[in-house]
């Protein structure tokens, strides 16, 4: 089982930048693609960028190229989002998710272990 609990979220505004975290128990992270994923309301949950378990090979929504770093730290068991150049479209729940092997999937259903999310408020 891997506990995952995300972190750094907040309200910011537009055109500004936020750095989430995603604290990871266990001793499998090192072995397992990551991702990060977004849910707004009454809309369905959107892969935004997944990293392979060396961190080496990243994927990211085409609306965050440019602007969204997803990266990790397998000594510390962390997974980070820096996002800069917020806009509105990016409010949203966001989830970190764990996967069972090294590659990442851009299905969220193909991940097997979800953090609680961190909200993100972009205010115009």
């Known amino acids: 089982q891997v506990q995952l609990v995300e972190s750094g979220g907040g309200l910011v505004q537009a055109g500004g930048s936020l750095r989430l975290s995603c604290a990871a128990s266990?001793?499998?992270?090192?072995?397992?693609?990551m991702g990060w994923f977004r849910q707004a309301p009454g809309k369905e949950r959107q892969f935004v960028v997944g990293i392979s378990c060396g961190g080496l090979s990243t994927r990211y929504l085409d609306s965050v190229k440019g602007r969204f770093y997803g990266s990790r730290d397998n000594a510390k068991n962390a997974l980070y989002l820096q996002m800069n150049s917020l806009n509105a479209e990016d409010t949203a729940v966001y989830y970190c998710a764990a996967a069972s092997a090294c590659g990442y999937s851009t299905r969220a259903n193909e991940y097997d272990y979800w953090g609680q999310g961190t909200q993100v408020t972009v205010s115009s």
């Open positions: 266990g001793r499998t992270f090192n072995q397992r693609g």
